[in-house]
């Protein structure tokens, strides 16, 4: 029978290996970076770009609801599918539709395993946007209103409850210790 090995630090050289080796020694101490910003910058992207392609197979749903002519391309796929370009388009519906589904997944797959932000954390966020503090025009912005569709970064807390609480005794205080 052998013995169980444990890999200690020092069998590690001194830099990376072994900080690799000292933040896998026990879970709590898997601590990382895990740029904030740049992330949710990316994510914005993302959603923006899946918003206007969204508002382009809208605007083509339009075009095509027109009676008898352009309705049977939106009430039958095979009819679609053999639609010629549509009049002040660039790409034909299942182009736009194969468009939208790449960065749909793109942005589905960095946001899968998330939750629904707390409802104190939206409105927090609702407030500042309102208040103007992204600075953004009114179609980048209509995503905050999408309150079923939003998901956090935050991870879900056993004590979550507790910083409500606290944030909600702090704000009634509003006193000099607050400030």
């Not at 010629?84 to 539709?97: K, N, S």
């Not at 103007?132 to 209103?145: C, D, N, T």
Request: with cysteine; glycine share 6%.
């Amino acid at each position: 029978m052998g013995l169980i090995q444990i890999p200690k630090l020092e069998d590690f050289a001194k830099g990376f290996p072994r900080l690799a080796c000292f933040l896998d020694s026990d879970d709590s101490f898997m601590v990382y970076r895990r740029f904030g910003v740049v992330f949710s910058r990316l994510l914005l992207n993302k959603q923006d770009e899946v918003r206007r392609l969204e508002a382009k197979l809208h605007a083509m749903d339009r075009t095509d609801d027109v009676p008898i002519i352009g309705s049977k391309y939106l009430m039958s796929q095979d009819k679609r599918d053999q639609q010629d370009l549509p009049e002040g388009f660039v790409e034909t519906r299942p182009q736009l539709l194969a468009a939208l589904e790449g960065k749909l997944l793109e942005y589905s797959h960095q946001t899968k395993s998330l939750e629904k932000p707390a409802p104190r954390d939206y409105r927090s966020v609702l407030r500042f946007m309102e208040k103007g503090g992204g600075q953004l025009f009114e179609a980048e912005m209509s995503w905050i209103y999408e309150k079923e569709d939003l998901v956090s970064l935050r991870p879900g807390r056993e004590h979550a409850w507790l910083d409500g609480v606290l944030e909600r005794m702090l704000s009634f205080c509003r006193g000099r210790v607050v400030r």
